[in-house]
């Protein structure tokens, strides 16, 4: 009987050792199933987000024909290509700006079909670009949201003749906060220089 219970007590401990072990293997393998779980929804989660990027961008690309409308007229010859851009803040609610505040860019008016593209540049850096119509009189533009802007965040220009080579307007930037900023906005052809 005692070699019966000791034949038997070693078994169990043989038995028992390779549990052990086998119990680690499973909780090992587990863990690594749960990481990859983790990672791939990670994945989707940074998928389903390019998604979307990308069909807000081409949302964005498609907007200039979406804000033509009926009244809308071709840029005319006259109008197109680069001018000097000043802007005064007026008034502002919002961080970062103050009354007072000037901003110089060059703006390079595009005709696009029935739309107008003005490439707002400082130096050789393009900053933005507005997308819009012109109604003879003056132009109506907007800046479309970016992936990266808020929806609810927006830059309007509105701009009139003022002379052949003379507009003037206003530029209102809204913010996702509810925050507003007004600039008064005169652009003038640059000076042409002789040699």
Do not use: H
């Amino acid at each position: 009987m005692k070699k019966n219970f000791a034949l038997l007590l070693m078994i169990l401990s043989i038995y028992g050792c390779g549990l052990e072990d086998r119990k680690k293997e499973l909780d090992e393998r587990e863990s690594s199933i749960a990481a990859r779980e983790r990672l791939v929804i990670l994945k989707e989660k940074e998928l389903q987000l390019f998604e979307d990027s990308l069909k807000r961008n081409i949302a964005i690309r498609d907007s200039s024909l979406l804000l033509t409308d009926s009244s809308s007229l071709p840029l005319p010859d006259s109008l197109s290509g680069a001018w000097d851009v000043s802007m005064l803040c007026t008034k502002t609610n919002c961080n970062g700006f103050a009354v007072g505040d000037t901003r110089k860019e060059t703006w390079l008016f595009i005709k696009r079909d029935e739309a107008v593209s003005v490439r707002a540049m400082q130096g050789e850096k393009l900053i933005r670009v507005y997308v819009g119509t012109f109604q003879g009189d003056g132009f109506q533009l907007s800046v479309p949201p970016t992936a990266t802007d808020s929806l609810s965040s927006s830059m309007t220009v509105n701009l009139k003749l003022e002379g052949i080579n003379k507009l003037s307007g206003e530029r209102i930037i809204r913010q996702a906060d509810g925050c507003s900023s007004f600039f008064k906005v005169d652009v003038t052809r640059p000076a042409v220089s002789k040699k």
